[in-house]
């Protein structure tokens, strides 16, 4: 089976990749900047005895992502996708009151409006197949809120709302829709992190460190796999216990 990762060349993505193509899936790579790293990836992929081909689009754009689905319907490894990992994303943090238009629009754009792009585009192939994985990661952020992250928290907060919405219209057509909300992962993201705030972050974290993008992978696989057939509408969160109640 084919499974498409948005945003995968590097962190969180680049673990998804390796992580499904270990559970003996071919892996569409779709990267927007950083080809010399999707490139990479895809040697390491190959490796692992799986097919595997990168894709450049900007899925925050409508015709980019569905340049990119004809592409991969057409390239000889590929095929219509039964997996769909939603993961592109970026941040544009500061205060509300400092926040530019410009800084909300970029994040929903890519971490909310280029996950419905590509669902709607995958789930035409699912439905007729009558199959379907769609695993969107959001963030522990969507549950519970961030200072000077309202355009990344409110992002995140809608691919639950929209993954439990697609759950109820796809479940009677064997495709489930599932989130993963992260906590503090290690990335490049909290590598710029200053050593002061890392130490807070961690006193709230109940586990005591940070986590690892195979562990947010692990959860994927789980959720493309046929072990997870009748969990849909779902959100687990991989934070080492932050947002337990």
């Known amino acids: 089976m084919l499974a498409l990762v948005t945003g995968a060349s590097k962190g ?10 270990k559970n003996g899936f071919d ?48 390239s000889p490894f590929g095929g219509t996708v039964s997996v769909l990992v939603n993961n592109a994303g970026i941040t544009r943090d500061t205060l509300l009151m400092r926040m530019k238009p410009d800084d909300w629009l970029s994040v929903i754009n890519t971490n909310l409006n280029a996950a419905f792009y590509c669902t709607q585009l995958a789930v035409k192939d699912m439905a007729k197949a009558r199959y379907g994985r769609i695993i969107s990661i959001s963030s522990v952020v969507g549950l519970i809120g961030n200072a000077g992250q309202c355009n990344y928290s409110a992002s995140k907060a809608g691919i639950i709302g929209f993954t439990k919405s697609v759950a109820r219209e796809y479940a009677g057509r064997g495709i489930t829709a599932n989130a993963i909300a992260p906590g503090f992962i290690d990335t490049s993201m909290t590598d710029i992190l200053k050593p002061e ?16 993008a195979e562990e947010v992978a692990r959860a994927v696989a789980f959720f493309a796999s046929e072990k997870s057939s009748y969990i849909t509408g779902q959100v687990l969160a991989v934070d080492g216990g932050m947002t337990m109640v």
């Open 197 to 212: 705030v890392k130490a807070e972050i961690l006193k709230s974290i109940p586990a005591g460190r940070i986590g690892d």
């Open 12 to 21: 969180i993505g680049r673990a998804i990749t390796l992580e499904l193509a």
């Open 27 to 74: 892996v569409a790579i779709n990267y927007n900047r950083s080809e010399n790293d999707a490139l990479s990836l895809r040697d390491e992929v190959l490796k692992l005895g799986v097919n595997a081909e990168i894709f450049k689009a900007d899925v925050s754009v409508q015709e980019e992502a569905a340049k990119m689905f004809a592409d991969v319907k057409a």
